[in-house]
């Protein structure tokens, strides 16, 4: 028995929501008595040893040039032989846009039960119930798995990643990828900036901004505070910012540690997108600004008055002249 | 070609969120049912798209749920449906749900199979997946364009950080999200016409309930916004930092 963990990753780069994953999937089995283990697919830079930190025992690594892309279809069917060989009785995923393709696929492939946007550990008292965000985080419900092997997808920002002192055994597993169906022709990132989905820091702007050519001071607080830049669906409509950034019921949806609306009224559907962050600080001018009953801090005021007392306090207290 | 799209019916996006019996069920007095937003404005749309440029598309919908879905699906064929499914059933476990999904898709022999990237009651985002594998089908999810020309689709999916392009020959599964198309409203001959599409309803395959919802709850309440002067924003950047130690 054991718990299996798909550890994901990018640029060679373990991602940060597979922290969270990983350390997700050590305490569950410690919770169930049995041993945390990782898995990864196709090559990475670095030492997987170092994962052992995050409290698994053996990291399972299948490197094969087929896998150099994620194909669903491929890494699922990989990952549920996996799943057999190392006699898992949970597979856990992040629940991030490679984990929502994949999971599914092995939950058919085993025939095990998935929960997916889970939030909290599963409480075992009785049975096997999993709390999952539900209603685009406007409340949450609590899922009996009612199959022997279980499926798992965490929300990203849901769990708290912990360390301790250790190493991981790194295992090659011998295992054959299936030809892929699809062929990615290209791939465009948006260099040089923080991926809205993973950013810790959100600073984020709406229609209070009257015009895109305004977006100057909160690019400017972004970048000192290591954030990415959001917007409400206005301004994507209106094409005063790109469609990637718009966050909300119909955009992305978001979970930072902090999120900043600046001129963001918060309107249900723009909520919806974003209350799953931990601090939420609202400035608007207008004081019966929806958005105020969802934040924690808040300031009402012009945003063209405040966002760059912000700034200069921001460049004050990083020392930066 | 035939398209086949996946219909769910959800609450209104402004629907309020409460529970009746002991916390078992979701409160439905006075909500407003409407098509699961991405299910409409993404797949549905783009799919009646495809078929207003090759008139030789099929688009049907499919819906698991119960007789009270009728009136949605009625609105999807308004939208530019031409056959409704109706699986006489209703559940909230995906794998029940997808295999039920999966039976029509392969009775039907459809090329192309969409759906939206989730559903905003249950937030799975499962279905599409699922249905992909017990189809044995290529999925691409979080999909932003879909061309199809020949028996190769050309589809852009959102990547983290990104985008990317992908060629895949029919049949595939598709998940669609903002990008794909922009939602319509049924004008009057649409309406009109599909009071006559045909909507078949027909009684679900034996499958399992891998799992259960046994309750819901609501999130604790918040403790309040803290205001902090617009004279002084020092302070809000000083609580971030020490209070919130959000940087």
Redesign the interface.
């Given at each position: 028995m054991s718990v299996l963990i798909y550890i994901d990753h990018?640029d060679g780069q373990v991602?940060k929501v597979s922290h969270e994953a990983l350390s997700y999937g050590a305490a569950l089995a410690k919770a169930i008595g049995t041993t945390a283990e990782g898995l990864v697919l196709g090559k990475t830079s670095g030492d997987l040893a170092v994962l052992g930190i995050y409290g698994i025992t053996k990291v399972h690594q299948v490197t094969h040039a087929n896998l150099d892309q994620v194909?669903?279809?491929v890494f699922?069917a990989l990952i549920a032989d996996a799943a057999i060989a190392v006699n898992a009785s949970v597979v856990i995923f992040s629940n991030?846009?490679n984990g929502?393709?994949?999971?599914?696929?092995v939950?058919?492939?085993l025939?095990?039960?998935?929960?997916?946007?889970a939030v909290s550990l599963p409480d075992l008292t009785n049975g096997f119930?999993v709390r999952?965000?539900?209603?685009?985080?406007?409340?949450?419900?609590?899922?009996?798995?009612?199959?022997p092997i279980k499926v798992i997808a965490v929300n990203p920002n849901a769990y708290p990643v912990h360390t301790l002192e250790g190493q991981a055994e790194v295992v090659a597993l011998d295992l054959q990828p299936r030809d892929?169906?699809?062929?990615?022709?290209?791939?465009?990132?948006?260099s040089g900036?923080v991926?809205?989905?993973?950013a810790d820091?959100v600073v984020s702007a709406g229609r209070g901004l009257k015009g895109p050519e305004n977006w100057g001071m909160v690019e400017e607080l972004a970048e000192l505070?290591?954030a990415a830049t959001a917007c409400s669906r206005p301004v994507a409509d209106a094409h005063w910012r790109p469609?990637?950034e718009?966050v909300g019921?119909?955009?992305l949806a978001i979970a930072p540690?902090?999120y900043i609306a600046i001129g963001i009224s918060g309107a249900?559907?723009h909520l919806?997108g974003v209350n799953r962050s931990?601090?939420i600080?609202?400035i608007n001018k207008d004081p019966e600004a929806p958005f105020?009953?969802?934040?924690?801090?808040?300031?009402?005021?012009?945003a063209f008055?405040?966002v760059p007392?912000?700034i200069?306090?921001?460049r004050?207290?990083k020392g930066i002249a | 070609m035939k398209i086949l799209v996946s219909i769910s019916k959800t609450?209104d996006?402004?629907a309020k969120?409460a529970?009746t019996d002991n916390n078992t069920k979701f409160a439905t007095d006075g909500v407003q049912w409407i098509i699961n937003?991405?299910d409409e404005?993404y797949a549905l749309v783009r799919a009646i798209e495809l078929k207003e440029k090759d008139p030789s598309v099929s688009v049907h919908l499919i819906n698991v749920g119960g007789a009270d879905a009728e009136p949605i699906l009625r609105k999807a064929l308004a939208l530019g449906g031409d056959e409704a499914i109706r699986v006489n059933t209703e559940g909230n476990?995906?794998?029940y749900i997808?295999s039920q999904i999966a039976f029509v898709a392969k009775e039907g022999t459809y090329d192309l199979v969409l759906t939206g990237k989730e559903t905003?009651?249950?937030?799975?985002?499962?279905?599409?997946?699922?249905l992909?594998?017990?189809l044995d089908?290529?999925?691409?999810?979080?999909a932003t364009s879909l061309e199809i020309s020949g028996i190769t689709a050309?589809v852009k999916r959102?990547?983290?950080?990104?985008?990317?392009?992908?060629?895949?020959?029919l049949p595939l599964v598709v998940s669609c999200q903002?990008?794909m198309a922009e939602a319509r409203i049924p004008n009057m001959r649409g309406i009109m016409s599909a009071r006559t599409k045909p909507l078949k309803v027909v009684e679900p395959v034996a499958a399992?309930?891998?799992?259960?919802?046994?309750?819901?709850?609501?999130?604790p309440a918040?403790?309040g916004?803290?205001?902090?002067?617009?004279d002084d924003?020092?302070e809000?950047?000083?609580?971030?930092?020490e209070e919130?130690k959000?940087?």
């Open positions: 990018a991602k194909d669903a279809q699922a991030n846009i929502k393709a994949i999971a599914p696929r939950s058919v492939r025939k095990a039960g998935l929960v997916s946007g119930v999952k965000s539900v209603f685009s985080g406007k409340a949450f419900a609590r899922v009996e798995i009612n199959t892929s169906r699809i062929k990615v022709t290209a791939t465009n990132k948006i900036k991926p809205l989905s993973e820091l505070l290591g469609h990637h718009h019921q119909t955009g540690n902090l249900i559907q919806a931990k601090v600080v609202v105020f009953k969802a934040a924690d801090y808040g300031i009402v005021g012009d008055e405040v007392k912000i200069t306090a921001v004050k207290l | 609450p996006t402004t969120i529970f937003p991405y404005w476990d995906s794998y997808a905003i009651d249950f937030n799975g985002s499962s279905i599409g997946g699922m992909a594998e017990m089908l290529p999925f691409v999810s979080l050309t959102e990547i983290e950080g990104g985008e990317e392009s992908i060629h895949a020959d903002k990008g399992e309930n891998l799992t259960s919802i046994k309750s819901f709850e609501l999130p918040k403790a916004v803290k205001l902090v002067s617009a924003a020092g809000l950047v000083r609580l971030l930092h919130a959000s940087f």
